[in-house]
């Protein structure tokens, strides 16, 4: 009965806080103009409802719990240039606030998705407290080894097929310089068409022009 009566007590209490001097709580502070200029969303309770969607998420994400809901995300002290604060309760015990450490570790490890949820960045969605999140480092498709590796691959496979290219022009220019010599020649060893000495250079006498062997 007694807890009953403290649940009913609670938001109450809760909204009486000067969350400025609670020392769990985060303000928070867009700039939705400066962000998207002319295409600028106004900030009502479904964009606030929102926010405190996107903060119990983180909240799951973090603890791997789904106990955690848009009423442990309580605001107060909204002003008009949409800066507010916020504490999260305990879903075991909502007069319990979470500390303020393990909620600046599920806001950062989720900071991306909150930001993509308002189209906001870092500079424009701030969490006073909580210093930005470093962008991840962009790593590249093909690891610059391999890249490396792939041009001196290709520079020696491209010498090597110069340097066959080139042996093979030499090993033709060089049959055809023997085989000219041949060719140019035809009546080596001939006298008047008639070949008087055999493949073997062998003197054939018998196509002899020898005065004697007429004589006979």
């Given at each position: 009965?007694?807890?009953?009566?403290?649940?009913?007590?609670?938001?109450?209490?809760?909204?009486?806080?000067?969350?400025?001097?609670?020392?769990?709580?985060?303000?928070?502070?867009?700039?939705?103009?400066?962000?998207?200029?002319?295409?600028?969303?106004?900030?009502?309770?479904?964009?606030?409802?929102?926010?405190?969607?996107?903060?119990?998420?983180?909240?799951?994400?973090?603890?791997?719990?789904?106990?955690?809901?848009?009423?442990?995300?309580?605001?107060?002290?909204?002003?008009?240039?949409?800066?507010?604060?916020?504490?999260?309760?305990?879903?075991?015990?909502?007069?319990?606030?979470?500390?303020?450490?393990?909620?600046?570790?599920?806001?950062?490890?989720?900071?991306?998705?909150?930001?993509?949820?308002?189209?906001?960045?870092?500079?424009?969605?701030?969490?006073?407290?909580?210093?930005?999140?470093?962008?991840?480092?962009?790593?590249?498709?093909?690891?610059?080894?391999?890249?490396?590796?792939?041009?001196?691959?290709?520079?020696?496979?491209?010498?090597?097929?110069?340097?066959?290219?080139?042996?093979?022009?030499?090993?033709?220019?060089?049959?055809?310089?023997?085989?000219?010599?041949?060719?140019?020649?035809?009546?080596?060893?001939?006298?008047?068409?008639?070949?008087?000495?055999?493949r073997n250079g062998v003197y054939n006498q018998g196509f002899s022009d020898d005065d004697r062997l007429t004589q006979l």
């Amino acid at each position: 009965m007694f807890g009953l009566l403290l649940l009913l007590c609670l938001p109450p209490a809760l909204g009486a806080v000067d969350f400025s001097d609670y020392e769990n709580g985060y303000q928070v502070r867009l700039s939705i103009k400066t962000a998207l200029g002319d295409e600028a969303y106004e900030w009502n309770e479904s964009e606030m409802f929102l926010f405190r969607a996107t903060i119990a998420f983180a909240m799951r994400q973090f603890t791997k719990t789904e106990a955690y809901g848009i009423d442990n995300i309580v605001v107060r002290n909204q002003t008009q240039r949409v800066s507010f604060w916020f504490i999260v309760t305990s879903p075991e015990n909502p007069a319990q606030t979470v500390e303020k450490e393990t909620v600046e570790k599920a806001i950062r490890r989720s900071r991306n998705r909150i930001n993509n949820a308002f189209l906001l960045t870092d500079k424009t969605l701030e969490f006073l407290g909580i210093p930005p999140t470093l962008a991840a480092p962009i790593s590249p498709a093909t690891p610059p080894w391999l890249i490396v590796f792939g041009v001196v691959i290709g520079l020696v496979c491209a010498g090597i097929v110069a340097l066959l290219t080139s042996s093979v022009v030499k090993r033709r220019r060089g049959n055809k310089a023997k085989q000219l010599p041949e060719e140019e020649d035809p009546a080596k060893g001939t006298d008047k068409g008639i070949t008087c000495e055999d493949r073997n250079g062998v003197y054939n006498q018998g196509f002899s022009d020898d005065d004697r062997l007429t004589q006979l």
